[in-house]
């Protein structure tokens, strides 16, 4: 019987290294893998790149890595939730990729459909297209985007079982089952693992085949 579970947080998070990329799940306080990130915090990784929607908030997320000097560079979508990452990047302590959130998912979504990118409309004429190929296609300008990678993919699930198949407590998913198909492990912190069968197939939102590591947390944010 295969079983993913690992004993605890410092197991789950063993070979992320410096100078990783790490996807980092969460919308705001919802589907944050806290456990996780402190795990990785403890670790004291150095140079990591970090992909998620946000730079983190105060404490308790990824502004906690940016407070240790672990983080290179932040690739998101909206950093300025974060004034530990403002202080920083206005120091050019720590660098910055804005993307805007559909440009985001789609890029990381790519890369788990094993694509070579996708021509978007999004950034034409802005200067997030600085350096990018443009092409003209009808009338229009797009611009193309590359797939989005990582080493790891932290993610928080409502419900896993034995074999990593996970579901979401509402918009706690957010950016977990993108994350999920795109980075080389995934770990996945569960608020509850249950029995293989104990999840309806017909609920399962990221398939096991997709999760490497599960460990359990308390209740689901």
């Given amino acids: 019987m295969i079983d993913k579970r690992m004993a605890g947080f410092r197991e789950a998070v063993e070979g992320i290294e410096t100078g990783h990329t790490v ?41 906690d890595w940016l407070s240790a000097g672990l983080v290179r560079k932040v690739i998101c979508s909206y950093p300025r939730t974060s004034p530990t990452f403002v202080a920083l990047y206005r120091q050019g302590r720590v660098e910055l990729e804005l993307i805007p959130q559909g440009t985001l998912v789609e890029r990381m979504r790519c890369a788990g459909a094993g694509l070579g990118g996708f021509f978007s409309p999004v950034s034409a004429g802005t200067l997030l297209a600085a350096g990018k190929e443009v092409r003209t296609i009808g ?4 611009v193309l985007e590359v797939p989005l990678t990582a080493d790891f993919a932290l993610i928080r699930a409502r419900q896993a079982d034995l074999m990593g198949n996970l579901t979401y407590n509402k918009t706690a998913r957010n ?7 795109a980075a080389r492990v995934v770990v996945a912190e569960a608020s509850e693992i249950v029995a293989v069968g104990g999840i309806d197939p017909e609920a399962v939102i990221t398939p096991g085949i997709l999760v490497d590591r599960i460990v359990q947390q308390g ?3």
């Fill in 23 to 63: 996807m980092v799940g969460g919308f705001g306080d919802a589907g944050v893998p806290i456990g996780l990130v402190a795990a990785v915090l403890e670790r004291g990784p150095r140079d990591i790149t970090v992909i998620a929607n946000n730079a983190g908030f105060h404490t308790g997320d990824i502004s």
């Fill in 175 to 181: 950016f977990a089952p993108v994350m999920a198909t």
């Fill in 219 to 221: 209740p689901c944010a």
């Fill in 139 to 142: 009338e229009r300008d797009y």
